[in-house]
């Protein structure tokens, strides 16, 4: 589209990479953060939990307004380093808001909790594939109505995902990080080994910065196979810790009800 200019602003150089203070953006993260903190407030969460909250408030924002959006312009691996962001470290730390205050140590939810887990697992997965497809992709940069349908969206799905984490049994949260370490990992693998680069957005927009078209997609794809797998094990393992933690007290009174049987 002639004349067209992404969001962010046009594709930067070195050198020339700037904040984008958008009055009506700043004051809808500021709205929605307040309300969010607001909402965990009366739900009487953890002050930890606030805190968090607002951490993970002040990461979003800056994914947008930071220079880090107007390099996503220029760079594939710049719109997965924000993608990462967004969806890894914001999105679960605003979800602490939506923990139960009262919640046990070792949460136990509904049968239909269970439902609601793999279908925000499933529905993340779907999101991130279709958006970092190359039709649907590039379509983001030539229109502002689809990058923030884009943005919106995988967030929400994001933040559903860790929803459900948070309220899952620990052995079905583990469950849940291990299918969505896999999905990323495999799209990641797959944008890294591609033969041919598949955003067609990004044709002139790389050499500026020192990279080939298909060095940007491949770095792109490193970022979310690599860095991003790395976290998503790191959340697995707390997990599967916490797993294991839940077997430890039945091990012991059983146990205790065996020894009386090798007394004399």
Same mark, same amino acid.
Not at 8 to 29: E, Q
Not at 40 to 45: C, G, H, K, P
Not at 123 to 138: E, Q, R, T
């Given at each position: 589209? @002639? ?31 307040? !309300?969010?903190? @607001?909402?965990?407030?009366? &739900? !009487? %969460? ?7 909250? +607002? ?25 997965? %380093? ?13 979800? &602490? ?17 269970? %439902?609601? @887990? ?58 849940? +990080? ?72 039945? @091990? ?13």
């Amino acid at each position: 589209m @002639a004349g067209f200019v992404p969001y962010c602003g046009a594709p930067p150089a070195p050198g020339a990479l700037h904040w984008k203070l958008d009055p009506f953006l700043i004051g809808c993260l500021l709205f929605f953060a307040g !309300a969010s903190l @607001a909402y965990a407030r009366r &739900r !009487a %969460v953890a002050a930890r939990d606030l805190f968090a909250i +607002l951490f993970g408030w002040l990461l979003l924002s800056l994914a947008f307004i930071s220079p880090l959006c107007h390099l996503s312009v220029a760079l594939f691996s710049a719109r997965v %380093v924000q993608h990462m962001a967004i969806t890894l470290v914001a999105a679960p730390l605003i979800a &602490r808001g939506f923990l139960p205050a009262d919640r046990p140590t070792h949460w136990h939810g509904p049968r239909g909790a269970d %439902v609601f @887990a793999w279908a925000s697992t499933l529905g993340f997965a779907a999101i991130f594939w279709l958006w970092h497809s190359p039709l649907f992709y590039d379509e983001t940069l030539r229109n502002n109505l689809v990058y923030w349908l884009m943005h919106i969206t995988t967030f929400a799905a994001a933040l559903a995902l860790w929803v459900a984490v948070f309220r899952s049994s620990a052995p079905l949260a583990f469950l849940l +990080l291990f299918a969505t370490g896999l999905q990323m990992s495999l799209l990641g693998a797959l944008l890294t080994f591609a033969a041919v680069p598949l955003f067609s957005v990004h044709e002139f927009t790389t050499t500026a910065w020192g990279l080939s078209w298909l060095q940007d997609q491949q770095l792109g794809g490193l970022v979310m196979w690599v860095p991003a797998g790395l976290l998503l094990t790191v959340y697995s393992v707390v997990a599967f810790g916490a797993a294991l933690r839940l077997d430890a007290p039945l @091990a012991a009174p059983a146990e205790e009800n065996a020894a009386p049987l090798g007394r004399t």
